[in-house]
């Protein structure tokens, strides 16, 4: 079987679907005061630098003077971000504040400023958008419980997939894998059937809604009498906020707890992806186990999202097969299309 590759017509219409949404570029925590930070957002090379009264700040991450990378030099005590080669100085608007090689007071070119976007911190991440603030077709998804007293959360260790975001979401969102991939978490390799669930995709197609329920094997509790694997009831709570972020929330007869991910488009084809995991403060989680246990989920996932073909998932719903216990990533491939995301056309042979 051959698949056609992407073009960079594709490439470019993704893109423009993408940008007028804000994402995260890095986790609050890995930008400390007076720092910089190099990353890369839709294609697009960013600097993210924090001045010293605490305020976050991301530009294109090239100097207008000779291209230099901007992530390289260093953050003024005003808050300018100093280039590295001649040291012209930015300020968090973009705009260049200082030519230390002219005399004081000659006027500093207009041309010299380097794009800058706005920047928001929220669930313990710095989100960007590229469109700007008035660009955006709606906010930064909110993280339920994050601002709760009553709740801890761990803000993960993001991590990078070579995968299409709407890959990595469409795995997050997918319902029917729990006992195959997962068996060594939360999978129950004894619940093979899929109960049917409903789905709701809101008016503005912007977030989708399902509650599943499931048997879920408890890797950390101890099993009843009689049998081999202790079990919990979960009602997973799920919620999409289009394009790139969701949540599930698992629902038990005892505390439950929230997973929150977005998949930042690094490129078309790479994406880091930003998480953090609440629970009630009650269950005095630790950081390093929390760590231990979602990595421990989030690893074959990745594996298996890696070496799904086409890399960019297909909007055509023709393209794959739909199962009736697909449909929350069905939903959410329609309200991607709906978005502007474009799809793209490949070969798929039938066998015989
Ligand atoms: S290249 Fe940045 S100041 Fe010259
Ligand atoms: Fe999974």
Request: charged residues 20%; proline residues 8%.
């Amino acid at each position: 079987m051959r698949i056609a590759p992407a073009t960079w017509q594709d490439e470019a219409a993704f893109y423009d679907a993408a940008r007028p949404f804000w994402y995260p570029v890095a986790r609050s925590v890995d930008v400390s005061t007076g720092s910089t930070k190099a990353t890369t957002l839709l294609g697009e090379d960013l600097v993210i630098w924090r001045t010293a009264d605490g305020q976050a700040a991301v530009a294109d991450n090239l100097c207008a003077h000779r291209g230099t990378m901007l992530s390289g030099g260093t953050v003024t005590a005003s808050g300018n971000l100093q280039c590295p080669y001649h040291g012209w100085e930015y300020d968090t608007a973009g705009i260049c504040r200082r030519i230390p090689q002219r005399p004081e007071g000659t006027p500093i070119p207009t041309k010299a400023r380097v794009a800058s976007y706005p920047v928001k911190e929220q669930a313990g991440l710095i989100w960007t958008c590229l469109a700007g603030e008035d660009g955006a077709v709606r906010d930064v998804p909110e993280c339920p419980y994050f601002e709760d007293e009553d709740w801890y959360f761990h803000v993960g260790t993001p991590s990078e997939w070579e995968c299409q975001a709407s890959r990595m979401v469409e795995n997050f969102l997918d319902v029917s894998h729990f006992g195959i991939v997962h068996p060594d978490t939360f999978g129950n390799p004894e619940v093979e059937i899929v109960e049917p669930y409903d789905v709701s995709t809101a008016a503005d197609m912007l977030s989708i809604d399902a509650k599943v329920p499931y048997l879920a094997q408890d890797p950390w509790g101890e099993p009843e009498p009689g049998h081999t694997m202790a079990t919990v009831q979960v009602d997973y709570q799920y919620k999409c906020e289009l394009p790139f972020t969701a949540w599930i929330q698992g629902l038990t007869a005892g505390e439950g707890y929230m997973l929150y991910i977005s998949a930042s488009p690094v490129t078309a084809n790479r994406t880091t992806v930003f998480w953090a995991f609440g629970t009630p403060s009650s269950l005095a989680v630790s950081d390093d186990e929390i760590e231990r246990r979602e990595q421990a989920v989030f690893e074959p996932d990745r594996v298996i999202v890696e070496g799904q073909r086409p890399e960019w998932l297909p909007l055509d719903l023709t393209a794959e097969l739909q199962m009736r216990f697909d449909a929350l990533g069905v939903a959410f491939r329609k309200a991607l299309e709906h978005h502007g995301f474009p799809r793209i056309a490949f070969l798929r042979k039938p066998t015989n």
